[in-house]
């Protein structure tokens, strides 16, 4: 018997909207990269950054394709996942997030920060 954890948790912005798909009548999924900053600096001060692609599946996948858009920071809770493919006879490897969990880390505006409705 062995210990099967799989749990990640992740803060960055996306690098473009959300897209969705219709599986069937009841499944969405949901999906973009996420960028996420390293801690460590490069020898040029620059920091690098990883872009992470991720899916959401169900009730997650529908509130992503509703609220989140380019630039959004979130915090995301997930799991990772392997999977291949064959192409042109290659065997091709994906690493991805399947996201569980997301929150929005931007505040939301003052009420006197909203530009009236015209």
Do not use: C
Request: glycine share 6%; no cysteine; hydrophobic share 30%.
């Amino acid at each position: 018997m062995g210990f099967n954890y799989n749990q990640t948790t992740l803060v960055g912005r996306l690098t473009r909207d959300p897209e969705s798909k219709q599986i069937s009548e009841t499944v969405t999924k949901t999906f973009f990269t996420l960028a996420v900053s390293r801690n460590y600096k490069k020898s040029d001060d620059s920091k690098d950054t990883d872009f992470i692609p991720v899916s959401l599946w169900g009730k997650s996948a529908e509130k992503a394709a509703i609220y989140l858009k380019k630039g959004t920071p979130i915090l995301l809770t997930g799991k990772l996942q392997v999977r291949n493919f064959e192409k042109d006879n290659v065997i091709k490897y994906v690493t991805e997030v399947i996201g569980e969990h997301f929150q929005i880390l931007e505040k939301k505006p003052k009420p006197t920060e909203i530009e009236p409705y015209q």
